[in-house]
């Protein structure tokens, strides 16, 4: 067997489909049919189901696709890694909307200074896209928000952050001292894109309370949703540290929800298997220290600086 079989099977994997994965690694259907025929012969296993055209690993598949996973990913850091053996090598992390606004600058500043060599990429995205990316291997970190089901990534807890409900000032509900989850249903609301920590956690607490909410408007952007929502277009729910400035300067108004807790969990996450370098552990532990600290603000390091001298 060959790392060739391996990356053909994991691509298989990823895809549940022959037919895609030929197309993503530019090789004939049959060619891959027969290099998962080769390692089900080779090793007496049974990989996939072949169910309604898909194909569905089996606990063997499964088990096999960690140890091939395993493999083709310390492979891919030799070859990487071997040209770069001193601190010059690359660390791609990703970050939550939320985070990437309040920490990250301030988290890249610090970090550079540590290895001003080091080569840092940094995404920003929700969630959900990037668990997705760490699982692929295309991500080594990941800074996230709300809860994670992929039993392939290891989650290290950070700090919990609290979801608001926000309206227009002036709107019917604003002035009361209590609002109850049923007056929600019906309202018009703004909201982020599903996928992002804080709609899941949104949408399965009204679940819970036998509500759907249909969104007016959905964005990617959490600016957008916060003018939006300024302008009277609706309702929205909103991580408190992001709409902490709107509510001071009364751009928006928050309502006080009874019986709707609405708190997250911020994490760093990473692959089980995944070999973490020296530079991406020392990142780890900054990020761990940093929430800690009760999360410095985008500039913490300027106002640091400034003290020091």
């Not at 027969?34 to 499964?62: A, C």
């Not at 001193?86 to 290895?115: D, K, Q």
């Not at 807790?261 to 995944?274: D, G, I, V, Y």
Request: with cysteine; hydrophobic share 40%; glycine share 6%.
């Amino acid at each position: 067997m060959t790392l060739r079989h391996l990356r053909i099977y994991l691509e298989v994997y990823r895809c549940g489909s022959i037919t895609q994965a030929a197309k993503k690694l530019y090789i004939s259907q049959p060619s891959v049919s027969q290099v998962i025929q080769e390692l089900e012969s080779h090793y007496g296993l049974h990989l996939f189901d072949r169910i309604s055209r898909r194909m569905q690993p089996t606990e063997e598949g499964r088990r096999f696709y960690d140890y091939a996973y395993h493999i083709i990913a310390l492979f891919d850091e030799l070859e990487e890694g071997a040209q770069h053996w001193e601190a010059s090598g690359r660390l791609r992390i990703g970050c939550s909307v939320t985070i990437g606004t309040h920490f990250l600058p301030g988290l890249l500043l610090r970090f550079r200074r540590m290895y001003p060599e080091l080569t840092i990429t940094a995404q920003i995205r929700n969630s959900t896209q990037l668990e997705e990316l760490v699982y692929q291997g295309k991500l080594d970190l990941a800074l996230v928000e709300g809860l994670q089901s992929n039993p392939h990534l290891t989650h290290i807890p950070l700090s919990t952050d609290k979801l608001v409900v926000i309206a227009p000032p002036g709107h019917p509900l604003a002035d009361r001292d209590r609002v109850e989850v049923s007056e929600l249903a019906g309202q018009p609301f703004v909201l982020r894109e599903t996928g992002s920590a804080g709609r899941d956690i949104f949408d399965g607490l009204m679940a819970s309370h036998g509500f759907v909410v249909e969104p007016l408007i959905e964005s990617i952007s959490t600016e957008a949703v916060l003018v939006a929502v300024a302008s009277g277009l609706g309702l929205s729910v909103l991580p408190e540290m992001m709409v902490r400035q709107a509510l001071q300067r009364g751009r928006v108004c928050r309502l006080q929800v009874g019986e709707l807790e609405l708190e997250r969990q911020f994490s760093l996450t990473h692959h089980k298997n995944k070999y973490l370098t020296a530079p991406a552990q020392a990142f780890a532990a900054l990020c761990q220290a940093m929430f800690a600290r009760r999360a410095l603000p985008a500039h913490a390091d300027e106002t640091e600086e400034k003290r020091e001298k």
